[in-house]
Structure formats: C-alpha cells, structure tokens
Antibody, heavy 119, light 109 residues
C-alpha cells in the first residue's frame, strides 16, 4: 500500500537550518509529483512547495521562496525539504503528499512531522 | 498575493445537505484550477475527498460531491452524518503553484 513517512522535525533555533525527509513506498515513486504542506498550531493548511516527478520543475510559496528548497532522490524513493533561515512563523506540522501532475490529483499524505522554531 | 476564500463555518442537521464554496481572488474558478477538497479532523492528517472538481477518490463516500457553482468550486455533503463534522479545505492550482482555501468548519447539530 502507498505510504509516505516524514522525518527530521524537531526544535531548532531561529536562523538555523533543518532538512525534512519523506520516505515513500508502495508505488512507483519516479512517476509522481510531490508536495509539502504545513499547518501552524491551530491554523489552516498552507501549501509550501511542489516538485515534478523528475525534479525538473519546482515551485514555492512566497512565504518560503529563497529560504526553502525542495528536492527528491528517485533512487532512494525519498523527498526532501531543506529549510534555511528558519523563523518562528515556520513552526508547524509539515506534511508530504503525492500529486498526480496531469490532473493535480492530491491523494496520499504522510502523518506529518513537527518543526518548532521558538520565537 | 492570491487568496482562496471559504465560509468560516457552517452548521447542518444530521441527514441534511450543506454546500461549501471556494472562491479565488483572481476571478472565477474553472476546471483548469483542478479543485481538490480535503477533510481534516483534529489531530489527523488531511483526508482527500475530491480531485479535479468532481472526481471522488476510491475511498470517498458518495454523499460527498464536487462541482463548479457560480464561479466557485463547491463541495456538497448530502445525507450528512455526525462523523462528517470536521474542517474542510479546498486546494486550487495556479499553473505550477497551489493555494489552500481558508477552511470551513462544518458542525453537525
């Protein structure tokens, strides 16, 4: 069955960096796009970034552009989110999800990993 | 900055019908925005319900339906059950980027 498992969250100081991972299984990883979504405590969902199936196309929310980098390793079935210059407003649960690019169908999600940046 | 607006809250009686909408600050929502809808309960990851305006996932009950209504994306819940009480989010595609709606809290009373 399709599984997405995020890891790498934790408590980090403002201005520092953190890399999140999303390990995928149960499907042909290299044929799907992937997105990162975050949710601050008590707030709504916020789309963060998307990457195409082969990593050639990447898009970011304005709130993270220039600070976060999405990437993938299709040989390891793993998605990454490199987060630099972290701020208090980046505190959130970060989810990865699968997207079928031709229809923008977002289907399977991970359970999320919590990133806390004390402000 | 693009804003996607949903009703903050709606209340429906068990067995009733309720329609949630999703509006874009850029203008009318069309099928080219590939609207997705998600349900989220406290402490859980979002659960996908609808993609590409009106397509249900294999696990989505038939009482959930998606459409375009008056320039907005819409999610209709028919024959509402107590377990449908949750937060609902739409997601629109903007030619590469995505934007989530502000969310609608549905209360079943």
């Amino acid at each position: 069955q399709v599984q997405l498992v995020e890891s790498g969250g934790g408590v980090v100081q403002p201005g520092t960096s953190l890399r999140l991972s999303c390990a995928a299984s149960g499907f042909t990883f290299s044929t799907y796009g992937l997105i990162w979504v975050r949710q601050a405590p008590g707030k709504g969902l916020e789309w963060v970034a998307v990457i195409s199936y082969d990593g050639s196309d990447k898009y970011y929310a304005d709130s993270v552009k220039g600070r976060f980098t999405i990437s993938r390793d299709n040989s390891k079935n793993t998605l990454y989110l490199q987060m630099n210059s972290l701020r208090g407003e980046d505190t959130a649960v970060y989810y990865c999800a699968r997207v079928y690019s031709s229809t923008s169908r977002v289907d399977y999600w991970g359970q999320g990993t919590l990133v806390t940046v004390p402000s | 900055q693009t804003v996607v607006t949903q009703e903050p809250s709606l209340t429906v009686s068990p067995g009733g019908t309720v329609t949630l909408t999703c509006a874009s600050s850029t203008g009318a929502v069309t099928s080219g925005y590939y609207p997705n809808w998600f349900q989220q309960k406290p402490g859980q990851a979002p659960r996908p319900l609808i993609y590409s305006t009106s397509n249900r996932h294999s696990w989505t009950p038939a009482r959930f339906s998606g459409s375009l209504l008056g320039g907005k994306a819409a999610l209709t819940l028919s024959g509402v059950r107590p377990e449908d009480e949750a937060e609902y989010y739409c997601l629109l595609y903007y030619g590469g980027a995505y934007v989530f709606g502000t969310g609608t809290k549905v209360t079943v009373l």
